[in-house]
């Protein structure tokens, strides 16, 4: 069994390709880097997420191609970047969605990473995959925020418009924030903001925040590739969104600190420059539901942020250890 991974070479990639090679699959990582490698079981394969070329002969013969090519979003969203992450997303996917198509041995299932951020910004009503509203069109959300929905619009677009055979299984993967705990990540950042008394509520505190841990995000995939009932749009995201002061007052618990000074809106802004990223990542409300993985019959393991904190405390702390 072989599992090839365009664009996994960072985090997420990292997790899912150790998880695939304890479970005996090669794995085949590509990767902009300029060599390729083996390391650990998994080998690195070049491409540059765009141009045909020795690359696709990986994907010929596969059994699941997983997409997770595109520029990190936590930037200052200039005319350049913002040209980046679009670019990224798009071409690469019309890269894969070739190799597929002209492959003699087309994989069966084919994972396209997409994003819960797609859906609109609500406090209120959580978005499944049957009755979810895409966002772009809300009054209560900055226009400055359409530019996430218009990127994973034509994301997903991507995925459709390729020609591969009708046996090819798509699956287009909006996915929350997946919580791990290794350094880098979104639980590594917000945790050093607990640790420095920083880790109270943002602005109001009652905007949404859905989130799965990197256990359950893996027992999904694995879920998915066995469940050929799934297919087209699956959210992956655990069951029990939090409203981010509670979201974050959980957090300080599980570090034993409960101390946690709140963040105004302008002070957000400022520090949004200062660390050269965007509000939008904090401030929007993103209450997403996994419809389609409750209905199939896939248990969490982790489904309340409590026992999901504590289970990354715990791991961080022993990481720090070794």
Same mark, same amino acid.
């Given at each position: 069994?072989?599992?090839?991974?365009?664009?996994?070479?960072?985090?997420?990639?990292?997790?899912?390709?150790?998880?695939? &090679?304890?479970?005996?699959?090669? $794995?085949?990582? @590509?990767? !902009?880097?300029?060599?390729?490698?083996?390391?650990?079981?998994? =080998?690195?394969?070049?491409?540059?997420?765009?141009?045909?070329?020795?690359?696709?002969?990986?994907?010929?013969?596969?059994?699941?191609?997983?997409?997770?090519?595109?520029?990190?979003?936590?930037?200052?969203?200039?005319?350049?970047?913002?040209?980046?992450?679009?670019?990224?997303?798009?071409?690469?996917?019309?890269?894969?969605?070739?190799?597929?198509?002209?492959?003699?041995?087309?994989?069966?299932?084919?994972?396209?990473?997409?994003?819960?951020?797609?859906?609109?910004?609500?406090?209120?009503?959580?978005?499944?995959?049957?009755?979810?509203?895409?966002?772009?069109?809300?009054?209560?959300?900055?226009?400055?925020?359409?530019?996430?929905?218009?990127?994973?619009?034509?994301?997903?677009? &991507?995925?459709?418009?390729?020609? $591969?055979?009708? @046996?090819? !299984?798509?699956?287009?993967?909006?996915?929350?924030?997946?919580? =791990?705990?290794?350094?880098?990540?979104?639980?590594?950042?917000?945790?050093?903001?607990?640790?420095?008394?920083?880790?109270?509520?943002?602005?109001?505190?009652?905007?949404?925040?859905?989130?799965?841990?990197?256990?359950?995000?893996?027992?999904?995939?694995?879920?998915?590739?066995?469940?050929?009932?799934?297919?087209?749009?699956?959210?992956?995201?655990?069951?029990?969104?939090?409203?981010?002061?509670?979201?974050?007052?959980?957090?300080?618990?599980?570090?034993?600190?409960?101390?946690?000074?709140?963040?105004?809106?302008?002070?957000?802004?400022?520090?949004?420059?200062?660390?050269?990223?965007?509000?939008?990542?904090?401030?929007?409300?993103?209450?997403?539901?996994?419809?389609?993985?409750?209905?199939?019959?896939?248990?969490?393991?982790?489904?309340?942020?409590?026992?999901?904190?504590?289970?990354?405390?715990?791991?961080?702390?022993?990481?720090?250890?070794?």
């Amino acid at each position: 069994m072989k599992i090839v991974i365009p664009g996994g070479s960072g985090e997420l990639g990292t997790i899912i390709g150790k998880a695939f &090679a304890e479970n005996g699959y090669e $794995v085949v990582i @590509l990767s !902009r880097s300029n060599s390729s490698t083996t390391e650990k079981g998994i =080998t690195y394969v070049q491409w540059d997420g765009i141009s045909p070329g020795p690359w696709m002969q990986q994907i010929d013969g596969s059994d699941l191609v997983f997409n997770l090519a595109g520029r990190s979003v936590n930037c200052r969203y200039t005319d350049a970047t913002r040209q980046e992450i679009m670019e990224s997303r798009v071409l690469s996917t019309r890269a894969v969605g070739r190799a597929i198509e002209i492959a003699n041995n087309p994989p069966p299932l084919w994972i396209n990473m997409s994003t819960a951020t797609i859906y609109a910004h609500s406090y209120d009503k959580g978005n499944d995959e049957f009755t979810g509203i895409i966002g772009g069109e809300e009054p209560s959300a900055p226009k400055s925020w359409g530019f996430s929905i218009k990127v994973a619009k034509a994301w997903e677009e &991507a995925v459709d418009n390729a020609a $591969v055979p009708s @046996l090819v !299984r798509k699956v287009k993967l909006r996915s929350a924030v997946v919580m =791990t705990p290794d350094p880098g990540g979104p639980f590594s950042i917000m945790s050093k903001l607990v640790r420095l008394g920083l880790g109270g509520k943002n602005a109001s505190g009652k905007q949404m925040i859905s989130w799965i841990s990197d256990k359950d995000f893996i027992k999904s995939i694995f879920f998915i590739l066995n469940n050929p009932q799934l297919d087209d749009i699956v959210n992956v995201t655990s069951p029990n969104p939090l409203a981010n002061a509670v979201f974050m007052k959980v957090l300080r618990e599980a570090w034993g600190n409960p101390i946690g000074l709140p963040a105004a809106e302008w002070m957000l802004s400022i520090g949004a420059v200062l660390l050269k990223t965007e509000t939008e990542l904090v401030l929007k409300s993103r209450y997403v539901l996994p419809g389609k993985l409750l209905q199939a019959g896939f248990t969490f393991d982790q489904a309340q942020w409590p026992e999901a904190a504590a289970d990354l405390v715990e791991r961080t702390r022993t990481s720090r250890r070794h």
